[in-house]
């Protein structure tokens, strides 16, 4: 039996790939011998990316992309086919919320505003689906891939405040589901579509809810979170790898349309 977690020579595009948890996933696939297309709409982000890849003798190739415009991920889809022949791995990693679609002390519930939550559903919702049109039909065409989208803690069980985000990241786990039966019905078994849910990851996207500016110590919310969850701590980056590298390759052959929580047993706490 050979590495069934085998990724080398594989062509990997990530979207949202210069974002804090992506680019560790881009590194990790490529330091595995992946060929990795960043895509981002900060394109230097992007760009740092794939210039440590290749300082580290890896290939990557950076790409400015909006993912909720199809004619930029068309684009890059003819240059990533272009460089690296393929599409085998596609991580929809681009997503987020934003503190004015977030009920607080200074913004309640009925007066968030409908741009903002509308921003939150096309980020997440439409910036997943509209990549899986544009890549997932080569995979279709010759009848192979892998999709990891990206979903939430908040997609299980609704979390406080973020009311947007917590919608749109269960519209993502829906996806997941729909399009890994819609794939393997219609076009190939040998498509997969499986979703990792990272718990609490301190990041640049979150730490204003968790992190008290003024005195740099955990917020009241940020507590809560650690207190609930068993490992005690806030995840970081490199604890997606290994059930990354589980998704994309044939290690789960027979794995398709679940939503993996990584999340030191936060979903799995009662509380009591
Ligand atoms: P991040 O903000 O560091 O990265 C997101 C990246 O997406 C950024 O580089 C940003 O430039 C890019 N992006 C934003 N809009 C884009 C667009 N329209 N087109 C292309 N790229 C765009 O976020 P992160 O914390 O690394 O999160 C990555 C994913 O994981 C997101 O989907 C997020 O919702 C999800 N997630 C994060 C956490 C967490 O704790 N950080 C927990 C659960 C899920």
Redesign the pocket.
């Known amino acids: 039996m050979g590495d069934i977690f085998d990724v080398s020579g594989k062509v990997a595009v990530i979207?949202?790939g210069?974002?804090?948890?992506?680019s560790e996933m881009s590194k990790a696939l490529a330091a595995r011998g992946a060929k990795v297309a960043v895509?981002?709409?900060?394109e230097k982000?992007a760009q740092a990316v794939a210039d440590a890849i290749v300082a580290e003798n890896g290939t990557a190739m950076a790409l400015a992309?909006?993912?909720?415009d199809r004619a930029s991920l068309e684009t890059a889809r003819d240059e990533v086919l272009k460089a690296f022949g393929t599409v085998d791995i596609l991580i929809n990693?681009?997503?987020?919320?934003k503190p004015e679609a977030t009920a607080s002390g200074s913004m309640s519930f009925f007066d968030i505003p409908p741009e903002a939550i509308q921003w939150v559903f096309n980020?997440?919702i439409i910036?997943t689906i509209l990549p899986t049109q544009v890549f997932g039909k080569v995979m279709a065409d010759k009848g192979e891939g892998v999709i990891i989208n990206?979903?939430?803690?908040a997609a299980f069980r609704p979390l406080t405040r973020t009311v947007a985000y917590s919608a749109a990241?269960a519209g993502v786990s829906n996806f997941t589901q729909w399009m890994a039966v819609h794939f393997a019905q219609n076009y190939s078994p040998n498509i997969r579509v499986n979703a990792l849910?990272?718990g609490?990851?301190l990041?640049?996207?979150?730490e204003y809810l968790l992190i008290d500016k003024a005195t740099g110590q955990r917020t009241e919310r940020g507590q809560k979170i650690i207190d609930h969850t068993p490992v005690g701590r806030y995840?970081v980056p490199s604890d997606l790898i290994g059930t990354l590298l589980w998704l994309v390759s044939d290690a789960s052959k027979f794995v398709n349309g679940v939503v993996v929580p990584v999340d030191g047993a936060f979903s799995a706490y009662s509380g009591v």
């Open positions: 979207t949202g210069g974002g804090v948890l992506c895509l981002d709409l900060n982000a992309v909006n993912v909720l990693g681009a997503g987020g919320n980020l997440n910036g990206m979903s939430s803690m990241k849910a990272p609490f990851f990041t640049n996207q979150n995840g």
